[in-house]
C-alpha cells in the first residue's frame, strides 16, 4: 500500500499535474496552429475555419481535463486554500524558464477560478499579478529577423519575400506594385527614397482566405509598419494589399476580428512587437488578436485594476439608449464597456437569460468580419461600492438583483461581459459633422452586408445598436436579436387586397418568426432626409429580398465569402473583386 503523500509532495505533484496539462495545451494550440500554412496553400478555406473552431474550444477541453486530474490527486483537500498556496509557488518556479510563462500564469489561473469560483482575486493562490516584472528566461529565438540596408526598396521587398513559404503567381508585377506603395508613403512622410534596415517577423500570420506578412521600415528617422497581404485563387498566390499607416495595421488586429493563426514560440516579444507597430492598442487585444484570448482577458482585467488604482472615476450608466436585455455602464476614463443581463425582460423581448449568453457564445466561436464587437465573460468581480455612481446602484437593484449583490462597502457582480467602448451610431450621426456622419451611414450599410457575407443577420437594424470606433468604423454590438443569415426568410409584402387592408393598424398577412420584410427597413433606420439620401445612393438594394435572397443561396451552398480586412485603397491595382454584395 502506497504511503501518503505528504503536503510538499502533494504541492510538487499538483504544479507539475497543472504544468503538464498546459503543456498539452500549448503541444495541441501549436499543431493546430501549425496546420494554416498548409490550408493556406491547398486553399482549404473550410479546413482553416474548421481549425480556428477547433483552437477556440480547446482551452476549456484542457482546463476540464486537467481539472479531473487535480480532484483525483487533491480527493477531499482539493478545495483546500493552505495547499494551494505552495502549489502556485511551485508552479512559479516551474516555468521560470519558459518562453511563454505569462501564458502559462493564466492557464493557473483558470484551475484556481473553477476550483474556488473565487469572489474577488485572491494572490495566494492565483497570479493576480505576474510574478515576474520582467521576463524570467531569455528568448530562445529572436522572434523576428533583421535584415540590413538594402541598395533599393525593391531589393528589400525582394528579400522579404524570399522569406514566405509561397510560390508568387506574378512575382516581378507583385514586387513592383509593393516597392511602388512603399516608395509612396516614403514620399508622404518626408523620408529618404532608400530603407536602411527592417524587422521582419519570422512567422507568417492567417486568417479565413488570407495570409499576412507583417514587418517594420526604418529610413533614417522615420519607422513605417508594413503589413503585405496574401490571397490565393486559380491563379495562385498574389499581394492583394499593401498597409503602410498604424490606422490600417491597428484595424486588422481590430477587437471586432477572428483571431489569427500565428505560430510563435514566445507570444510575449510578438506582442511587444506588434505594440511597436501599433502604439495606442493595448497589450490585451494583441495577446486576444494572436489567439491567447484567455491571457488577453487576464490583461484585461489588470489594466481595469490599474485604472482603478489611479483614479477616483466612478462607474456610471452608459451613454445612449437603455437596452431593454443589458444594463451597461462605462467609466469616464476606462476604454471598456460593461454589460450585464437584466433579470427580467419586457414582453416583446421574447427571449431568456441562457438564450442571451448563447448569442455572445456565438459570436465568440462566428468569424466576425470586422463588425462583431468581442466580448469577454467575467465572473465574481469584487469592486468598491464607492466607485459606482448612484444612479447605477439604483439600476442594479431594480433590475439586476440576481446578478449584482450590493453590500455596505463592496459591490459583487456575478457575471458581466466587458467589450471595447464604441460611440453609439444614433448619437454619432447627430453630432458629428456632415462629412463623417455621411462616412458613418455608408459604413453602417457595409457592415450589415458584411455580416450577412459571414451568415449574420443582426435582426434590429436600428442605428442605436451599432457603434463607431476610433477609426470610424460602424460595428454591431447588441446581441439578443442576432441570428444566422440562414435562418432568415426575406420576403416582398404582400399587395393589400383592398383600401381595408392598406389602412388597417395591423398587417393583413401572416407574419412569422422568421419573416423579414426589407421594404420595411427605410422606414426603422430613423436617418434625417440628407443622411437618408447618402444611404441609399451605395445602399439601395438593402431593401430588396431578392438581394438578401442570394447572398443567403451563397452561404448556405457553402460559399466562404471573404471579407476584405482593409480598405480597397490598400488594395495593389487590379486585383480581383470579391464576391457578395
Same mark, same amino acid.
Given at each position: 500500500?502506497?504511503?501518503p503523500?505528504?503536503d510538499s509532495?502533494?504541492?510538487f505533484?499538483?504544479?507539475?499535474?497543472?504544468?503538464a496539462?498546459?503543456e498539452?495545451?500549448?503541444?495541441?494550440f501549436?499543431?493546430?496552429t501549425s496546420?494554416?500554412?498548409?490550408?493556406? $496553400?491547398?486553399?482549404? @478555406?473550410h479546413?482553416?475555419? &474548421?481549425d480556428?473552431?477547433e483552437?477556440?474550444g480547446?482551452?476549456?477541453?484542457?482546463?476540464d481535463e486537467?481539472?479531473?486530474d487535480?480532484?483525483?490527486?487533491l480527493?477531499?483537500?482539493?478545495?483546500?486554500q493552505?495547499i @494551494?498556496?505552495?502549489?502556485?509557488?511551485?508552479?512559479?518556479?516551474?516555468?521560470s524558464?519558459?518562453?511563454?510563462?505569462?501564458?502559462? /500564469?493564466?492557464?493557473?489561473?483558470?484551475?484556481? *477560478?473553477?476550483?474556488?469560483?473565487?469572489v474577488?482575486?485572491?494572490q495566494?493562490i492565483?497570479?493576480?499579478?505576474?510574478?515576474?516584472?520582467t521576463?524570467?528566461?531569455?528568448?530562445?529565438?529572436?522572434?523576428?529577423?533583421? $535584415?540590413? *540596408? %538594402?541598395?533599393?526598396?525593391?531589393?528589400?521587398?525582394?528579400?522579404m519575400l524570399d522569406?514566405?513559404?509561397?510560390?508568387?503567381?506574378?512575382?516581378?508585377g507583385?514586387?513592383?506594385a509593393?516597392? !511602388?506603395?512603399i516608395?509612396?508613403?516614403l514620399e508622404?512622410?518626408?523620408?529618404?527614397m532608400?530603407?536602411?534596415?527592417a524587422?521582419l517577423?519570422?512567422?507568417?500570420?492567417? *486568417?479565413?482566405?488570407?495570409?499576412?506578412l507583417?514587418?517594420?521600415?526604418?529610413?533614417?528617422?522615420?519607422?513605417i509598419p $508594413?503589413v503585405m497581404?496574401?490571397?490565393?485563387?486559380?491563379?495562385?498566390?498574389?499581394?492583394?494589399?499593401?498597409?503602410?499607416?498604424e490606422?490600417e495595421?491597428?484595424i486588422?488586429?481590430?477587437?471586432?476580428?477572428s483571431?489569427?493563426?500565428?505560430?510563435? &514560440?514566445?507570444?510575449?516579444?510578438?506582442v511587444r +512587437?506588434?505594440?511597436?507597430?501599433?502604439?495606442?492598442?493595448?497589450v490585451?487585444e494583441i495577446?486576444?488578436a494572436?489567439?491567447?484570448?484567455?491571457h488577453g482577458?487576464?490583461?484585461?482585467?489588470?489594466?481595469?485594476?490599474?485604472?482603478?488604482?489611479?483614479?477616483?472615476?466612478q462607474?456610471?450608466? &452608459? *451613454?445612449?439608449? =437603455?437596452?431593454?436585455v443589458?444594463i451597461?455602464?462605462?467609466m469616464?476614463?476606462?476604454d471598456d464597456?460593461? =454589460?450585464?443581463?437584466?433579470? =427580467?425582460?419586457?414582453?416583446?423581448k421574447?427571449t431568456?437569460?441562457? %438564450?442571451?449568453?448563447d448569442?455572445?457564445r456565438?459570436?465568440?466561436q462566428h468569424?466576425r468580419a470586422?463588425r462583431?464587437?468581442?466580448a469577454?465573460?467575467?465572473?465574481?468581480?469584487?469592486i468598491?461600492?464607492s466607485?459606482?455612481?448612484?444612479?447605477?446602484?439604483?439600476e442594479?437593484?431594480?433590475?439586476?438583483a !440576481?446578478?449584482?449583490?450590493?453590500?455596505?462597502?463592496?459591490?459583487v457582480i456575478?457575471?458581466?461581459?466587458?467589450?471595447?467602448r464604441?460611440i453609439?451610431?444614433?448619437i454619432?450621426?447627430?453630432?458629428?459633422?456632415?462629412r &463623417?456622419?455621411?462616412?458613418?451611414v455608408?459604413?453602417?450599410?457595409?457592415?450589415?452586408k458584411d455580416?450577412?457575407s459571414?451568415?449574420?443577420?443582426?435582426g434590429?437594424?436600428l442605428?442605436?445598436?451599432?457603434?463607431?470606433?476610433r477609426h470610424?468604423?460602424?460595428v454591431?454590438?447588441d446581441?439578443d /436579436?442576432?441570428?444566422?443569415l440562414?435562418?432568415m426568410?426575406?420576403r =416582398?409584402?404582400?399587395?393589400?387586397?383592398? !383600401?381595408? !387592408?392598406?389602412?388597417?393598424?395591423? %398587417?393583413?398577412?401572416?407574419?412569422?418568426?422568421?419573416d423579414?420584410?426589407?421594404?420595411?427597413?427605410?422606414?426603422f433606420?430613423?436617418?434625417?432626409p440628407?443622411l437618408?439620401?447618402? +444611404?441609399l445612393?451605395?445602399?439601395?438594394?438593402?431593401?430588396?429580398?431578392?438581394?438578401?435572397?442570394?447572398i443567403?443561396?451563397?452561404? %448556405?451552398g457553402?460559399?466562404?465569402?471573404?471579407v476584405?480586412?482593409y480598405?480597397?485603397?490598400?488594395r495593389?491595382?487590379?486585383?480581383?473583386?470579391?464576391t457578395?454584395?
Amino acid at each position: 500500500m502506497d504511503a501518503p503523500l505528504t503536503d510538499s509532495r502533494r504541492s510538487f505533484v499538483g504544479a507539475n499535474t497543472i504544468l503538464a496539462g498546459y503543456e498539452n495545451y500549448v503541444a495541441r494550440f501549436r499543431v493546430i496552429t501549425s496546420r494554416a500554412e498548409v490550408r493556406f $496553400l491547398q486553399r482549404d @478555406w473550410h479546413g482553416m475555419q &474548421a481549425d480556428a473552431s477547433e483552437r477556440l474550444g480547446l482551452y476549456r477541453d484542457v482546463v476540464d481535463e486537467v481539472l479531473a486530474d487535480i480532484e483525483a490527486l487533491l480527493g477531499e483537500r482539493t478545495e483546500d486554500q493552505s495547499i @494551494w498556496a505552495p502549489i502556485k509557488a511551485v508552479f512559479s518556479a516551474l516555468i521560470s524558464d519558459r518562453d511563454d510563462w505569462d501564458i502559462a /500564469e493564466t492557464f493557473f489561473n483558470s484551475i484556481t *477560478r473553477r476550483v474556488f469560483t473565487t469572489v474577488g482575486v485572491d494572490q495566494a493562490i492565483e497570479f493576480v499579478d505576474t510574478d515576474f516584472d520582467t521576463p524570467p528566461s531569455r528568448s530562445s529565438e529572436p522572434v523576428f529577423l533583421a $535584415l540590413g *540596408r %538594402a541598395k533599393s526598396v525593391a531589393s528589400m521587398v525582394e528579400a522579404m519575400l524570399d522569406h514566405c513559404p509561397f510560390d508568387f503567381a506574378d512575382r516581378p508585377g507583385d514586387v513592383a506594385a509593393v516597392t !511602388d506603395r512603399i516608395e509612396g508613403r516614403l514620399e508622404q512622410v518626408g523620408a529618404l527614397m532608400s530603407l536602411d534596415g527592417a524587422e521582419l517577423v519570422r512567422s507568417i500570420f492567417y *486568417r479565413g482566405q488570407a495570409a499576412y506578412l507583417v514587418a517594420r521600415l526604418h529610413s533614417g528617422s522615420h519607422t513605417i509598419p $508594413l503589413v503585405m497581404a496574401f490571397t490565393h485563387d486559380d491563379a495562385g498566390v498574389a499581394i492583394d494589399a499593401v498597409l503602410t499607416q498604424e490606422h490600417e495595421v491597428s484595424i486588422l488586429f481590430s477587437f471586432t476580428r477572428s483571431y489569427f493563426l500565428v505560430d510563435v &514560440a514566445r507570444p510575449y516579444d510578438l506582442v511587444r +512587437f506588434l505594440k511597436r507597430l501599433m502604439p495606442r492598442k493595448r497589450v490585451a487585444e494583441i495577446y486576444i488578436a494572436i489567439g491567447y484570448n484567455k491571457h488577453g482577458k487576464t490583461e484585461l482585467y489588470r489594466d481595469l485594476r490599474r485604472h482603478l488604482a489611479s483614479t477616483d472615476e466612478q462607474f456610471e450608466i &452608459a *451613454r445612449g439608449t =437603455k437596452g431593454l436585455v443589458m444594463i451597461v455602464f462605462t467609466m469616464p476614463g476606462f476604454d471598456d464597456a460593461f =454589460k450585464i443581463i437584466r433579470d =427580467k425582460f419586457p414582453p416583446q423581448k421574447r427571449t431568456t437569460r441562457r %438564450a442571451i449568453m448563447d448569442k455572445y457564445r456565438m459570436v465568440f466561436q462566428h468569424d466576425r468580419a470586422g463588425r462583431l464587437v468581442d466580448a469577454h465573460d467575467f465572473q465574481h468581480l469584487e469592486i468598491q461600492r464607492s466607485r459606482f455612481s448612484d444612479g447605477l446602484l439604483e439600476e442594479f437593484a431594480a433590475e439586476a438583483a !440576481d446578478t449584482i449583490e450590493v453590500h455596505d462597502d463592496v459591490v459583487v457582480i456575478k457575471q458581466v461581459y466587458v467589450e471595447r467602448r464604441v460611440i453609439p451610431l444614433d448619437i454619432y450621426v447627430r453630432e458629428a459633422g456632415e462629412r &463623417a456622419a455621411g462616412a458613418a451611414v455608408l459604413d453602417f450599410g457595409r457592415s450589415i452586408k458584411d455580416l450577412a457575407s459571414t451568415n449574420i443577420f443582426p435582426g434590429d437594424l436600428l442605428l442605436k445598436n451599432f457603434g463607431v470606433t476610433r477609426h470610424g468604423r460602424v460595428v454591431f454590438y447588441d446581441y439578443d /436579436e442576432l441570428r444566422p443569415l440562414t435562418d432568415m426568410r426575406f420576403r =416582398k409584402i404582400p399587395v393589400a387586397r383592398d !383600401d381595408e !387592408d392598406e389602412m388597417a393598424a395591423d %398587417a393583413w398577412y401572416s407574419v412569422g418568426d422568421t419573416d423579414v420584410f426589407p421594404e420595411e427597413h427605410e422606414r426603422f433606420l430613423g436617418l434625417s432626409p440628407a443622411l437618408k439620401e447618402v +444611404f441609399l445612393s451605395e445602399h439601395v438594394d438593402m431593401f430588396s429580398p431578392e438581394a438578401w435572397q442570394n447572398i443567403q443561396r451563397l452561404v %448556405a451552398g457553402g460559399e466562404l465569402l471573404h471579407v476584405l480586412p482593409y480598405e480597397e485603397s490598400a488594395r495593389l491595382p487590379d486585383r480581383p473583386r470579391w464576391t457578395g454584395w
